[in-house]
Nanobody, 122 residues
Framework: QVQLVESGGGLVQAGGSLRLSCAAS????????MGWFRQAPGKERELVAG????????YYADSVKGRFTISRDNAKNTVDLQMNSLKPEDTAVYYC???????????????WGQGTQVTVSS
């Protein structure tokens, strides 16, 4: 069992930065692929970034490449999302997610966080 708690959301002006953090409880954190999803009003939830168990490989949605960076610390059971050059279209609820290594890039998700709101003003 893994519980995920996000923090770091808020209101920022376009061009600004935010850092989201996800703290995981449980012993099996390092056995999960981790990622960040987001869901804007009226839109489907989408995978923004993912990181493999060791942290050696990452995935980014085209819309955030070059602006967002995902990282994990297996010793601290945390996964972060550094978001730079934020745009109004990045406004969404951001969710931390943990999935099995057999599911490439979180097609399947075992655990979800409660979500944190990110609002980017123009």
């Amino acid at each position: 069992q893994v519980q995920l708690v996000e923090s770091g959301g808020g209101l920022v002006q376009a061009g600004g930065s935010l850092r989201l953090s996800c703290a995981a409880s449980g012993r099996s954190f390092s056995s999960h692929v981790m990622g960040w999803f987001r869901q804007a009003p009226g839109k489907e939830r989408e995978l923004v970034a993912g990181v493999t168990r060791s942290g050696s490989n990452t995935y980014y949605a085209d819309s955030v490449k070059g602006r967002f960076t995902i990282s994990r610390d297996n010793a601290k059971n945390t996964v972060d999302l550094q978001m730079n050059s934020l745009k109004p279209e990045d406004t969404a609820v951001y969710y931390c997610a943990a999935g099995p290594p057999s599911s490439r890039w979180l097609v399947d998700v075992d655990y979800w966080g409660q979500g944190t709101q990110v609002t980017v003003s123009s």
